[in-house]
């Protein structure tokens, strides 16, 4: 796992963001796409930081260290990982993590199955890039989002 | 000389062998249009996305910031096409992936640019789809295909007439929307016959082809739709009926009172509610409802409003407890737990 930013305003004690900051860990082997999600996000105010997860396989327990605010959980993880696996035992064992599904093949039983497990959301990569920021700070705020496509 | 019932055989043969053939043809070029458009979304979003960073330069000179819009709106023609590219995979429409309604509208705007870039360069193409139309009951790839394989049944023909038009529009009934497929060029020899709405499908054909015309009826069949050919001297009208979708809540007049505990839960139904323009009733209105949304947690504050609001549907998230309120006016829906919340709203 590597860790956030050196400018990442996390409690040193609880590992918690401080204030109304907020980290991501982005789950996902797109790295063009998480690099750019970094950088974008570093425009938001309150952003301390993204993690990233070196293996997939250890996803739940890299979520369990880092206890990022927001956990951006790619449907298609490569190597026969079960994301809907990784979800379940993100929410068993780091509740306060907030996951958002996040794929380009959105499906209607997936959003109603991963919701009913405990996801806070579910943002579409065909989604403007607006609409994936913009669902990612409602999520923090306390709200659901379903963002498809545009 | 006519020919034998050994010579009509053959070519009853020969000519399944083909469209077989043709079939298989086009769930190859399903499965490779949806491989792009997992591709291409994997590469738009970052671009998206750095583009918003650099858009956010203050020392940027306008003439780039001009050039940064151009290059949006290219991206973003991108997704739409990725989009339009992905309703055609064949696995789509047998387990449509995406939710089982759509809006005319929106679809047509992901799928437009594959219609026109299939069809001849001077070829027409105009819709009419307007934003207010119902949601219709059915997966947004399984109407694409439907369309796609009229398209593509007639487009040898579309190079033989030398202005090629396609005009999609939509007319309103009480229970069905129809979408009607009007062309200037036809070639059918696939195309079910003409029929009753209604009536019973009486296709032989192998089901597994799921891109052929058949196959099209049959699944648009299966979301209570159906497909109709009707042709005149001018033109071939297919009509497509789609029914409207009526889940639960889509009524703005209801009243609905939220009572649910858990945090994540409750934004889940906000969210559902807010997508469907509705919301609900403040806490301190305590006048009667038609619809309760609580937990077994929050059923006995539910009792209230159960008890003053005769006829009312109760939803309650998770199991309906042994001694919940035994009230024959209160109709209990079979919601579970969110997921079941998502297919009763729809």
Known sequence: MSTPASNAAIDNDTMKPSGNSFTVMFIDDNTLLIDALERRLHLVPGFSGMFRVSDFTKSVEEVVMARPTIVLLDVDIPGGVDAEAILAGIVRSAPDSRVIMCTGHPSSALIGRTMAAGAWGFISKGASSNRLIEGILRVVGGEAVIELED | MTPGPDTQLAANANDAERHQHHVQRKEVLGTLASGMAHELRNIVMPVLLRLDVLSASAELPESARSDLTSIRKSMRHLQHLSEGLRLLSPDAAIQPAERPTTR??????????????????????????????????????????????????????????????????????????????????RRFEQTPDSRAIGSPTRSHRDTSMRFGLYASRELLNQYGGDLIREVTDEHVQITITLRRVTPLGTHPAQRIRVLVEDQRVLAVVRLLMQQRGISAVEPNDLGPVDLIICDAGTLPLARHSISTSPGVDVVVLGSKPADGPELSEVRWLDVSDVGALFAAFG
């Open chain 2, 104 to 185: 005319l509208a929106s679809w047509w705007a992901d799928f437009r640019s594959v219609v026109v870039d299939t069809l001849p360069m001077h070829a027409s193409v105009s819709a009419d789809f307007p934003e207010t139309l119902p949601l219709v009951a059915v997966p947004q790839s399984v109407l694409a295909q439907a369309v796609m394989s009229l398209i593509l049944d007639a487009l040898p023909a579309a190079a033989t007439v030398s202005h090629p038009s396609l005009r999609l529009y939509v007319t309103e009934d009480d229970d069905v929307l129809r979408l009607s497929v009007e062309k200037n060029f």
